[in-house]
């Protein structure tokens, strides 16, 4: 997806920066701080969900995967986006020629070869800047409240003492909050959770050697091959309609039809592929990621807990004390948290996955 670059827009900026990120502010959860209470505010100028109205155009090969993402952002964000779906063959010359009318909308879609035309003609607008709030290791579904099982947040309180510069000092926190479906059942400081995931893991990966060897089986490696052979017919199928095409025994206009088609199918075959684990000739080398960590980025240790398929649940200190290992339990090899992610960023020092990378 790209944001894109139009003048006076610093509001809809930040708010796009939230929709790209599916990023979410608040309060509340349960306070386990023992010293220097925070506040209930939460860090909210910087998080961009301020009840703007954007705009967004994607191709209509990934309509469905667009209205789903549209709709979820749209019912847990004061943010709202309007979605448009542009026919595949005209949507590049829409695109052009909204540029030179200077009406983009506030984010589109981009196939992938054609990113650093746009970039080059400054098209797209760099939404870093606005993001000065600190990143989570376990957001996206890692950690999950333990009381009604939603998926925690994470964002800044802010102490009640001010530091030597007259300034509260941020407190990043982890919580159960209703914005996102949750019932403000919990919550935690989120360096010494962040820091006792870790911990578990690398022991885990240290003392047992079997849960390493249980990520090299691959039970999807018939489906997986299914789907690679559906896709190689897809490539065939393309490569004949361009003959007919060049021959004259079909006309551009069936052609684009037929390809549209076949865009469609080829968009849900690769989202089948993206879902299935990474065979094992393709796995992490887990024993070193012990060694690795401390030159991980927030993305690649992410990625890690994602690929042991981890779940942190977070209960109440109320019914469970406030020491982290009576009230979190980390749980690997859990089934229904396989990885959803469609690029894997990891180490340059350990083995690679592959990369899929999808139609935009």
């Not at 019912?75 to 020629?97: F, K, M």
């Not at 360096?191 to 249980?214: K, N, T």
Request: one cysteine or more.
């Amino acid at each position: 997806m790209g944001a894109a670059r139009r003048p006076g827009r610093r509001v809809r900026a930040a708010a796009v920066f939230a929709v790209a990120g599916l990023l979410a502010a608040g309060c509340g959860g349960d306070d386990d701080d023992s010293d220097g209470a925070a506040t209930d505010t939460p860090a909210t100028e910087n998080d961009g969900d301020t009840g703007v109205d954007l705009t967004m155009w994607t191709r209509s090969a990934t309509q469905e995967q667009s209205e789903q993402l549209v709709d979820a952002y749209n019912e847990s964000h004061e943010n709202q986006v309007a979605l448009t779906v542009i026919a595949n063959d005209n949507y590049n010359q829409q695109v052009a020629s909204a540029a030179g009318a200077d009406e983009l909308p506030d984010i589109f879609a981009a196939d992938v070869v054609f990113v650093p035309n746009f970039m080059q003609q400054g098209l797209f607008l760099d939404i870093t800047e606005p993001r000065k709030a600190r990143r989570y290791l376990l957001t996206g579904g890692i950690e999950i409240c333990g009381v009604c099982r939603h998926p925690l947040i994470g964002s800044n309180k802010w102490r009640r003492k001010l530091n030597e510069r007259g300034e509260r000092d941020p407190w990043p926190y982890y919580f159960c909050h209703p914005k996102v479906g949750g019932k403000a059942c919990v919550g935690t400081k989120a360096e010494p959770l962040e820091r006792h995931v870790r911990d578990e893991l690398l022991a885990r990966i240290d003392s047992d050697p079997e849960f390493v060897e249980q990520l090299t089986v691959d039970d999807h490696a018939a489906e997986r091959e299914q789907v690679l052979r559906e896709l190689t017919a897809l490539d065939e199928r393309r490569a004949e309609l361009s003959r007919l095409w060049a021959l004259g025994e079909r006309s551009s206009e069936e052609w684009g039809a037929a390809r549209e088609v076949l865009d469609e199918q080829q968009a849900r075959l690769n989202i089948r592929l993206a879902d299935l684990p990474a065979p094992a000739e393709h796995a992490v080398d887990l024993s070193a990621l012990p060694a690795a960590w401390p030159n991980m980025t927030l993305d690649e240790r992410r990625q890690a807990l994602r690929f042991v398929r981890t779940r942190v649940t977070l209960y109440p200190s109320g019914t469970h004390g406030k020491a982290l290992d009576r009230r979190v339990t980390v749980e690997f090899l859990v089934e229904d948290t396989a990885p959803a992610a469609l690029v894997w960023r990891l180490p340059l020092n350990l083995p690679r996955r592959e990369v899929l990378a999808l139609p935009p």
